[in-house]
């Protein structure tokens, strides 16, 4: 079975606060892709970050960063001097199976919410 | 520069009624897939779709058919609407392994 786990369902911060969003992946395939979407206020989907099963170095855009340990089965985001603008829902999302049909599950989401 | 387009936007039905919504990308994408959002339980995929002529059950098939006649459009039915199907509908393509392209939903209020 395939599955994501988002713990947190929400999460309050003041701006200029790191903030770290928990996931939590189960997959048996070896070969699987990671992601990471955001859905600001105005309700579409933005990709943010893709990651496949044999690269497990850390990633860095901005104020993003992402954490991915094979280890745990994790995939966490840190965003560093949040934002107000980062207030979103924010989806992580696997991509595994061997018929490689590229369909996502996702996680619950978790919403941000950046207090000025 | 519109890649994927939903319609309608919005809607309002009756218990009961029927409706389609389509799905059109303009990127040449062979695998589509329509999602739904509803609080607190993420997007679930309902049908997908690997090709032209081709479409699959997701993990909540049920009241809903697909077709994809053409390479570029993906239709999501509704024959016999019932108050658990309103939700905001997400629809997406890509062509693997790439991230999925998403429209900007749909929101279907069912009375």
């Known amino acids: 079975a395939q599955k994501v786990t988002q713990a947190q369902t929400e999460i309050s911060v003041v701006e200029k606060e790191d903030v770290t969003l928990d996931c939590v992946y189960e997959?048996?395939?070896?070969?699987?892709?990671l992601f990471w979407y955001k859905q600001p206020p105005s309700g579409e989907l933005v990709f943010l970050i893709r990651?496949?099963?044999?690269?497990?170095q850390n990633e860095i855009s901005g104020r993003y960063s992402w954490n991915f340990q094979k280890s745990t089965s994790s995939f966490n985001f840190t965003i560093t001097a949040s934002q107000v603008v980062d207030s979103a829902v924010y989806f992580c999302?696997?991509?595994?199976?061997?018929?490689?049909?590229?369909?996502?599950?996702f996680g619950q989401g978790t919403t941000l919410q950046v207090k000025p | 520069n519109a890649g994927v387009t939903q319609t309608p936007k919005f809607r309002v039905l009756k218990t009961g009624q029927s409706m389609t919504l389509l799905c059109a990308q303009d990127?040449?994408?062979?695998?589509m897939y329509w999602y739904r959002q509803d609080p607190g339980m993420g997007l679930r995929l309902i049908h997908y779709?690997?090709?032209?002529?081709?479409?699959a059950k997701g993990e909540v098939p049920d009241g809903y058919n697909v077709s994809r006649l053409k390479k570029q459009n993906f239709l999501l039915g509704l024959e016999s609407a019932a108050p658990s199907q309103t939700s905001v509908y997400f629809c997406?393509?890509?062509?693997?392994?790439?991230?999925?392209?998403f429209g900007e939903g749909s929101r279907l209020t069912v009375l």
């Open positions: 997406a393509s890509s062509t693997l392994p790439r991230e999925l392209f």
């Open positions: 997959t048996r395939d070896t070969t699987y892709y």
């Open positions: 990651r496949n099963s044999f690269d497990e």
């Open positions: 999302a696997l991509s595994a199976g061997s018929s490689n049909t590229g369909k996502l599950i």
């Open positions: 990127m040449n994408h062979e695998y």
């Open positions: 779709s690997v090709g032209e002529g081709t479409t």
